[in-house]
Nanobody
Framework: QVHVMESGGDLVQAGGSLRPSCDMTGLNFDGFVMGWFRQAPANDREGVACMNWSGSQIYYEALAKGRFTISRDNAKSTLYLQMSSLKPEDPAIYYC???????????????????RGKGTQVTVSS
C-alpha cells in the first residue's frame, strides 16, 4: 500500500522561507518522477515543480521560478520543496505526488499522477 505524507507547512511572514518535505512508502520512489502541487481555496490545484529521479530533469512552473527549489533524497524516499521569498499569494495546501512531464508547445509542465498525500498547509502573513 502506498503512503504519502507531507509535512513542514507553517505560518510565515511575507518574504520568509519554508521547506516542506514529503515521505513516501510502498512504492519504488526512485522509479518515479515526483512533483509538488498546491491548491488555494476556490482555486484549482496547480503544479509547482517536478523532477525526475536523478535531478537531470527539473521543471518549475512560472509561480515558482527563482523562488522555490525542488529536491529529493532517494535513499530516504523523501521529496523537498525549499520555498523562499514567500508572497501573500502563496498560501495554499501543498501536496506532493507522483508526476508526469507534460509537453505543451515545447514547454514542460508538471502533471499530477496517481499517488498524492493529504497536503501540508502554508500560510503567509503580510
Amino acid at each position: 500500500q502506498v503512503h504519502v505524507m507531507e509535512s513542514g507547512g507553517d505560518l510565515v511572514q511575507a518574504g520568509g522561507s519554508l521547506r516542506p518535505s514529503c515521505d513516501m512508502t510502498g512504492l519504488n520512489f526512485d522509479g518515479f518522477v515526483m512533483g509538488w502541487f498546491r491548491q488555494a481555496p476556490a482555486n484549482d490545484r496547480e503544479g509547482v515543480a517536478c523532477m525526475n529521479w536523478s535531478g537531470s530533469q527539473i521543471y518549475y512552473e512560472a509561480l515558482a521560478k527563482g523562488r522555490f527549489t525542488i529536491s529529493r533524497d532517494n535513499a530516504k524516499s523523501t521529496l523537498y520543496l525549499q520555498m523562499s521569498s514567500l508572497k501573500p499569494e502563496d498560501p495554499a495546501i501543498y501536496y506532493c505526488a507522483t508526476t508526469t512531464f507534460l509537453d505543451f508547445d515545447n514547454v514542460v509542465h508538471c502533471g499530477e499522477g496517481d499517488y498524492r498525500g493529504k497536503g501540508t498547509q502554508v500560510t503567509v502573513s503580510s
